[in-house]
Each structure stands twice: as C-alpha cells, then as structure tokens.
C-alpha cells in the first residue's frame, strides 16, 4: 500500500513541477477565463438576462453566473493539455519510466489522471482568486465544497483526455482534434448560459447540451460553489468519469509511438 | 543458481507480419555481464520492450530472478533496473528530481531516496550537478544520471538498450566501464544490447542475434573458438553466415 501512495504522490509532484516550470502555460490558463470573465462577459453581461434559479437565491450578475463554467474551463482545457503531455511523454520516451514501474499499469494511468486533475485543481484556486479580489466572491464554504467537484469533473476531463491521446499516434495530430472536442463540448453547455435560455433558440441543441457529460460537470462546480450538491450532475459526471476510464484502459496501447508499427498484443 | 534472466521460446510479431523475433532462448547468469550482440533490425529493441513489459509475447516465457514475468509482473518488474535507447529524463526537472521521481515510482521512502541518491551520485561522480536541470549536462553525464535512477532499487538485474547511442568515444568507453564494475563489484547481472563489438570484454558472455533468432549465445571465447576468428566482428561474420549455428 505504501508503495501505491509513494508512486502516486512522486506522479503527482512532478506534474505539479512540470507545471510550475512551464510559466507560460500557466499564464495562459489563466489569462483565457479571465478575458471571458473580464471582456466577453462585460459584454454579454447587457444582451443576456440571467432569472432567480438554482442554486442562487436571488438575481445575479452574468459574472456571477459565468464564474463556475469558467472554472470548468480550466479545468476542460487542462485535461487535454494534461493528455498533450501524455502523447508528448510517449513520443519523448518518458511514458516508457512510468510503465516499467512494478505497479499495475492502470493504477498508474489513474494516478497520471489524478495528478492532472490536482494541477487543474491549483489553476482554478488562481483563478477564482483573481475573481475574488475583482469581487466576484462565492460564500466562503463554498471554497472548499468546491474541491471534490473540481477534482471529479478534472479526473473525467482528463479521462477523456486520455482516451483522445489513445487514439492519436502523433503529437502533430493533437491540436486538430482539441478544437473538435474542446469547442463543441464548452458552447454546448450551460458555461455561458442557462439551458432554458439555449432551448428557446433550439429544442435539439438544448438535448444534446443536457447530454453533455461537460454540463453536468459546469452544474456539479456550480451548486458546490454554493454548498449544495447536485445528485443529478454528480450521477452524470461520476458515471462518465468511470466510462471514459475504463475506455481509455482498454483503448491505452503503450507501445504506440515506441514502435514501428501497430502491435496486436497488449 | 536461479537465473537472472531466463528467456524461453520467446516469439513475437507485430500484425499480421513475420515474426520479429523466433523461438529466442538464452540466460543471462547472476553477476555476468552479457552482451545481446546484433546488427540493426536483429530485434534488439523488439527484445528489450518485451523484457520490460512493453509488449506481451506472442509466445514464451520470461523469467526475471526466478518470476515469471506474465504471472507475477510486479515482482519481475522490481527486481530489474533499466536503461532506455532513448533518453528518458525530464530535461527540465534537476538530476535530483528526476532521481526522486524514480525512486517514488518504485516505492522507495523519503530516507531510503535520499540516501541512496546521495550514493549513487557519489559513485558516478554527480554529486556537484544534483541541482542542475538535466537540459544544462552533456549527453555523457545524462547517460550516467539514468544508470543511477536504474540502480536506485538496488535490482539484482541490470537492462541496458544500446546505452552508447549518440556517446562520444571518452564518454561510451566510461560508461562500459562503469557497468562491468557493476557485475565484478555488486555482483550485478547485466543484460547489455549493441550493435558495437568493442564494448564487449573477453570475458563477457555474448548472445548473438540475427534476423529476430539467437544465432550463437555462450562466453565470448568460445564464440571466437567456434569461429575460427579472433576478434568479435569476424566471429559475428561467421556465425551470421546463411546456414550458420553455434
């Protein structure tokens, strides 16, 4: 046992000082939902009237209702830069140090996932504390009822950033298939706006949004911001985690990019 | 005396394509220094990704100090340390923290790292570099600070995949150098592959490979005696022959 939490903590501490080291990928991460928080909301702040609804209690700013898909979007884009480095580590090698480790390859996979999910945990502490002190507060217990949400929506996040990197055998091939995923899965949720409000615009992108794992990760962050748990968005995003988990085991071939060709053993 | 390396029937192909390696057997004998010896495209590195579990055989077993490496990977995977072909450190992280990383990988507590790291860094003459990222050391040094993380568990087995790609000449005679002091010192077990014949020693057992089947395997003197030749490129001539065994 002691062997599983020294791996997994030695998995995490590199990760967190890969992050650290990579100053501008940290700038970037935040600068992003800091433009939407501070620029694209300011704007859409007059065109899109927010009504009382769950879980806040009265009216809101357009801020105020962005701020939780904004701390999804963190955590979105860090789960497939977290898979960027994935594919990047199998390219450069490193992922053979990690496989060859006596410990089995799935609880690595995970703890690979874990750690990228605590990176993702530490953009969106920086983040909502640039919004706070731009007054843009949630209550305070709020900051740490938060965390689990955070961490479970960064785990499927990442879950499904892996399952991506299993499918792709080059790093150059990376970056096309983010905008297929990233976009789609950010506009089709309740991020920038409530459901009800994309449902009077079209009844079959409200069904798809409602199918979106991401919106129920953005509700999940929104309702424990406010220290209230949503079973229904933790139902969702729970189960997705276990199925894109379980899918990119299976889907995960280490060999891929170590090899000339593609093996049929795994 | 069990042995460290045992590879039995080992065959692998990748698709629907021919076998990459066929029927491969060979030992590899505790604390001797054992020289997998072929040309490119032999199946050296299809070999060595088996051994480290990259793959699974088609067929075969592998047994590592006595484990078998399907049923019981976590102790076969323990009991080895390796070196990649291709570099594998993390050229931002220092040569300390690549060497933590490690030794959390491999379970080792805080102390045990830290007493260990300071050995090893000791014994290949790194200790002044511990605080420099690993992007700042030439590739002789780097090479040494990756045979540290593979001795960081102490393994009794020791894998090494042409070790000496992209060395200069003073850096590849000290890193042969430093691993057969291994074997005569702390009676490790090495498993060397290459392509180069003067990184092999006299007194160094030798496995030839050739066209994904072991051509000879035996103590490097007798592969000369049953070549006719003294010198190991002649014997590889010889033996790799059409029609060749020994």
């Known amino acids: 046992m002691m062997a599983y939490l020294r791996a997994l903590r030695a998995i995490i501490w590199r990760e967190m000082l890969r992050f650290l080291h990579q100053r501008e990928r940290f700038v970037s991460a935040l600068v992003r939902p800091l433009v939407w928080l501070f620029i694209f909301a300011a704007g859409f702040r007059a065109a899109l009237g927010i009504s009382v609804q769950p879980p806040y209690d009265t009216y809101i700013t357009y801020e105020t209702y962005v701020l939780p898909g904004l701390a999804a979007m963190v955590l979105l884009f ?22 060859t480790s006596p410990l089995p390859r799935e609880f690595l996979l995970l703890a690979k996932l874990l750690a990228g999910a605590v990176v993702g945990l530490a953009q969106v502490a920086a983040f909502l504390a640039i919004a706070a002190l731009a007054g843009l507060t949630a209550p305070a217990p709020g900051y740490l009822t938060v965390i689990p949400a955070l961490l479970l929506a960064g785990l499927m996040l990442g879950s499904v950033g892996m399952l991506l990197s ?15 995923v990233i976009f789609p899965a950010f506009f089709l949720s309740s991020a920038l706006y409530p459901l009800w409000k994309m449902r009077e615009g079209s009844e079959w992108l409200y069904q798809l949004a409602r199918c979106n794992p991401f919106t129920h990760a953005v509700e999940l962050i929104r309702f424990a911001l406010y220290g209230r748990l949503e079973l229904t968005a933790a139902a969702w995003v729970a189960g997705a985690t276990l199925v894109f988990l379980l899918l990119s085991f299976w889907a995960y071939n280490p060999a891929r990019g170590l090899m000339p060709r593609h093996t049929k053993s795994q | 005396m069990t042995a460290a390396l045992s590879v039995t029937g080992l065959r692998f192909a990748y698709g629907k394509g021919g076998f990459a390696l066929r029927d491969v057997d060979f030992t590899v004998a505790p604390g001797r220094f054992t020289a997998l010896l072929g040309a490119n495209g032999a199946g050296k590195s299809t070999l060595m990704g088996l051994l480290t579990r990259l793959f699974t055989p088609d067929q075969g077993d592998i047994q590592i100090c006595g484990h078998d490496l399907r049923r019981n990977p976590r102790a076969g995977l323990g009991a080895m340390g390796v070196v990649f072909q291709q570099p594998t450190l993390d050229l931002d992280l220092t040569v300390r923290q690549n060497l933590t990383y490690a030794a959390g990988l491999r379970g080792l507590g805080g102390r045990e790292t830290a007493s260990r790291i300071a050995v090893l860094l000791e014994r290949f003459a790194l200790s002044a570099r511990a605080g420099d990222k690993v992007r700042l050391l ?13 001795l960081l ?13 992209g060395l200069d000449a003073p850096s590849r005679r000290d890193l042969v150098a430093h691993v057969h002091r291994l074997c005569v010192e702390e009676g490790v077990s090495v498993l060397w592959a290459t392509h180069l014949f003067d990184e092999v020693a006299p007194g160094d057992d030798v496995v030839l490979l050739h066209r994904g089947a072991v051509q000879a395997r035996g103590p490097a003197a007798d592969l000369l005696a049953a070549s006719g030749t003294d010198n190991l490129a002649g014997a590889f001539q010889v033996l790799t022959a059409e029609g060749a065994t020994a």
């Open chain 2, 138 to 150: 030439n590739g002789g040094h780097r090479r040494r600070v990756e045979l540290a993380r593979a």
């Open chain 1, 78 to 99: 860090n789960g497939m830069q977290s898979s960027l480095s994935m594919v990047y580590d199998r390219e450069m090698g490193s992922m053979r140090l990690l496989l």
């Open chain 1, 166 to 180: 299993s499918t792709i055998r080059q790093l150059e091939n990376f970056a096309g298939v983010m905008n297929f």
């Open chain 2, 153 to 165: 568990h102490r393994p009794p087995l020791l894998i090494l995949d042409e070790p000496t790609v």
